[in-house]
């Protein structure tokens, strides 16, 4: 496979997950926000924060309201991360890959562009209506994963975009945890109120873990959620269970399963044992955000390693087939 | 059938309004032109009777609806191109009419004929002016035209291709005169695209009149991409060939058609940045090391392949392509070199190249064409200017043109000063009344001009025409201009079994 090839449809996957997850984050948010009381900068500015364009937003907007935030995270096209932007460079990708994928995941990843394209052009983002598009968006990703995974050939493209999408779910989960976490805990008087328990399965919902965790644990505890965010091999969108997954993907491209070949699958393999080894009280005194800062460091730096190991054109050609 | 119908009509409630305002085309208008449906007494042509029985059975609103779905599939499919007339690439559909160009199956075995006949001239031709140049020593035509020709490559002179072809496929412009007969208007043996346009309005098609392909007997084309990947196989020894598209990226307007073949052939779809030449062998650049390719189906123009070769400044192309090429090591299609055919000025001696190399009357004219570079037609063309059109012989797509009829004094003398200061870069046509198909309009169907694009494939053993083509129609009324650029649209070309 074409090292461009493999890089593009990486990120076509990291594209899709990045925007279906925003649209669970706004959701779920607007959502919460209709029980809570009206403060909307407590409200609407960790969700800008989770995504890391804090900044991006300040420069754009002057308050932290409802309807700008929903804007700047779905519609603006000055936020590379919105979903409008991820959609619009996933369907470039899938247009550049074309043939990698088949028919159905071109067409629905094209029928996603038209609809944000029309959200956009309708500024949706003021409408009471928006969750109706959250819905459709998340339903669409969806959709997409459903086709690729019934449609495509486990092949290299397959695995790379595997890849793409489950270090981009990890990111975000632990980017939700870490915002979050660290707000709730910080207002001790209000632990075990029922608004408390409101915010905590907002949490859990916020990465579709809602069901799954109560099924596991029954009852809502700070530690055990993060337990199951961070540490469950089980649950699909755990950082722990999307290393596994991605591992799995690097070996088979990698060709050896047996200690490492390349940077990327010695980063990976590293990450995987540390959460395999660890506690959940460990990560707690250690610190939750200082915790899962290095996560995302460490997880910035695998996909970097990706890129060297397979996209890059190499200066040796030795290798010839 | 008056009792039958209205009793439906009772029965259907608002249906019965559609049925009521089905299609009048008593005023169906052929004056002046070869309509493709009526003829000229406005009683229905043989191809299209099946299909006008059809039609009159449905309203013009139900027309209509079909016509949105067809857009509505376009966008789905992402058959669309980019127009760059602003900061913001502008996506576009090239509108397809769901009216079909309807052709029988007689006119077509007269057009494939034609077209092999003309394809294979044409390849004794181009391998002549690159070797031995018998044509140029027996005087059939003046060495300078060849030479002067900016498409003619030197650095060919004594190659001769994989398998002796060099015009692997071919689009060739026809279009049929008021006279009912086809003629060649144009040859196009350097990248001829649309032909994704003519599978997938196909496909489009299907969808909306189901019932009439088995009814008509309409002969299918879906096979293109199949003798495609079998002719570009063909061309080189290598036991399981690994075949490439190479596009010049996702900006090119013609992106989704590379993709498209790319894709229905099973070949990888690369960039010029993609390949690597080591060696004089070309190597694609894959996350496992490097793969050897031998077939390039390239939709990068000669000029761009190769910055080494040709174009400094080329960043499509790859260098050392152009040697690995003379070397043997990978099969270019079509050949480089081709282009020289699609000069207006060698496609004047068309006629006079057929008889030579095949000793035949050509099957397909072409249109007259007066060649300002020889005295007696110069002459003509001054005196006429105002009733020819003139062409610029290294300029398409409707530039460097002057319609005489539609042209001022000014403007013609402008074109007679250019004529007389450089004769070889000019040529005249009389104007020719491009026939009319049916074509869906805002209020009813209406005759509108079209031409022909039908698709050669010269694959080591024979050519094969396949029977369909992109039709091109001038959606404006009165306009003769079929180009996407200037409202023109396309249309499915049914060819009939018999």
């Known amino acids: ?321 | 059938m008056v009792k039958k119908a209205s009793k439906r009509c009772f029965k259907k409630g608002v249906n019965s309004l559609f049925f009521m305002l089905k299609l009048n085309l008593s005023e169906y208008d052929t004056k002046g032109y070869y309509d493709e449906m009526f003829d000229e007494n406005n009683n229905v042509r043989p191809n299209y009777k099946l299909f006008l029985e059809r039609l009159q059975k449905v309203s013009h609103k139900k027309l209509q609806s079909l016509q949105h779905a067809t857009d509505r599939a376009q966008l789905s499919l992402g058959m669309t191109f980019n127009v760059y007339d602003d900061n913001q690439g502008v996506e576009r559909i090239l509108h397809l009419d769901i009216i079909p160009r309807i052709i029988d199956n007689t006119e077509w075995t007269h057009l494939e004929k034609g077209l092999q006949q003309r394809i294979r001239a044409l390849n004794l031709f181009i391998q002549d002016i690159y070797n031995d140049q018998k044509v140029i020593k027996d005087k059939i035509i003046p060495k300078e035209l060849i030479l002067s020709s900016a498409s003619y490559l030197k650095q060919l002179q004594g190659f001769t291709p994989p398998k002796d072809i060099w015009c692997h496929i071919t689009g060739s412009d026809l279009i049929k005169g008021g006279d009912g007969q086809y003629y060649v208007l144009e040859d196009n043996l350097r990248c001829p695209s649309g032909v994704s346009y003519m599978l997938e309005n196909r496909e489009i098609l299907k969808r909306t009149f189901p019932e009439l392909f088995k009814k008509l007997g309409v002969k299918p084309v879906y096979n293109y991409t199949h003798i495609l990947r079998d002719t570009l196989e063909s061309l080189t020894d290598v036991e399981k060939p690994n075949v490439v598209v190479l596009t010049p990226g996702i900006f090119n307007s013609a992106y989704f058609e590379h993709s498209y073949l790319a894709q229905q052939m099973g070949a990888e779809l690369v960039e010029g940045k993609d390949l690597i030449v080591k060696d004089d062998v070309v190597f694609m650049i894959t996350t496992a090391g490097l793969q050897r390719v031998d077939v390039i189906y390239r939709r990068v123009d000669d000029e761009f392949i190769d910055p080494l070769a040709f174009n400094k400044n080329s960043v499509l192309g790859t260098p050392g392509l152009f040697k690995a090429y003379l070397k043997g090591n990978v099969v270019l299609v079509n050949a480089p070199g081709t282009g020289v055919v699609d000069d207006k000025a060698v496609y004047a001696y068309i006629p006079r190249i057929i008889k030579y190399y095949l000793g035949e009357e050509m099957i397909i004219p072409n249109v007259q064409t007066y060649i300002c570079d020889e005295e007696a037609d110069r002459k003509y063309v001054i005196e006429n200017i105002h009733n020819l059109v003139v062409k610029q012989t290294d300029a398409s797509g409707g530039y460097g043109m002057l319609i005489g009829p539609k042209s001022t004094k000014k403007e013609q003398q402008e074109f007679i000063a250019k004529i007389k200061h450089n004769p070889r870069n000019y040529i005249a046509q009389p104007m020719i009344n491009l026939s009319r198909v049916p074509t869906l309009t805002e209020d009813t169907i209406e005759g509108r001009h079209v031409d022909l694009r039908p698709y050669a494939l010269y694959g080591q053993d024979s050519i094969k025409i396949i029977p369909g083509a992109l039709t091109r129609v001038a959606l404006k009324k009165g306009s003769i201009v079929v180009n996407s650029s200037q409202g023109g649209g396309s249309k499915d070309t049914w060819i009939l079994n018999n």
């Open chain 1, 1 to 321: 496979m074409l090292g461009r090839v493999a890089n593009t449809i990486y990120w076509m996957n990291r594209y899709l997950e990045r925007a279906e997850n925003y649209a669970r984050f706004m959701d779920v948010n607007f959502n919460l926000s209709l029980e809570l009381p009206p403060n909307e900068i407590q409200q609407w500015q960790p969700l800008v924060v989770i995504t890391g364009d804090w900044e991006l937003y300040q420069s754009l907007n002057s308050k932290v309201e409802k309807t700008k935030v929903i804007y700047f995270l779905a519609f603006e096209e000055r936020n590379p991360n919105s979903i409008y932007n991820c959609i619009l460079n996933a369907r470039e990708n899938a247009r550049a890959v074309r043939t990698e994928i088949t028919k159905e995941v071109w067409e629905q990843i094209n029928a996603l562009y038209f609809l944000v394209k029309d959200g956009q052009e309708k500024k949706q983002c003021l409408d009471v209506n928006i969750r109706d598009f959250f819905t459709q968006i998340k339903n669409g990703c969806q959709l997409v994963y459903g086709m690729y995974d019934s449609t495509i050939s486990r092949n290299e493209g397959w695995n790379f975009g595997k890849l793409g999408q489950v270090l981009e779910r990890a990111d975000k989960t632990s980017r939700v945890l870490d915002a979050k976490y660290h707000l709730l805990l910080d207002s001790p008087k209000e632990v075990g109120s029922s608004l408390d328990l409101i915010q905590w399965a907002a949490l859990l919902k916020s990465v579709s873990a809602y069901d799954m965790y109560r099924k596991k644990y029954g009852k809502l505890s700070p530690s055990c959620i993060a337990e199951f965010l961070i540490l469950d091999r089980e649950f699909p969108r755990s950082i722990l269970a999307c290393l596994l997954i991605a591992e799995q993907s690097l070996i088979t491209l990698s060709g050896s399963s047996v200690g490492f070949s390349n940077d990327a699958q010695k980063q990976l393999g590293a990450l995987r044992s540390q959460l395999e080894y660890i506690d959940i009280n460990d990560i707690i005194d250690k610190g939750m955000h200082e915790y899962l800062d290095e996560i995302q460091g460490k997880l910035n730096k695998i996909s970097s390693a990706i890129y060297n190991s397979f996209f890059v054109i190499q200066t040796d050609y030795s290798e010839v087939k």
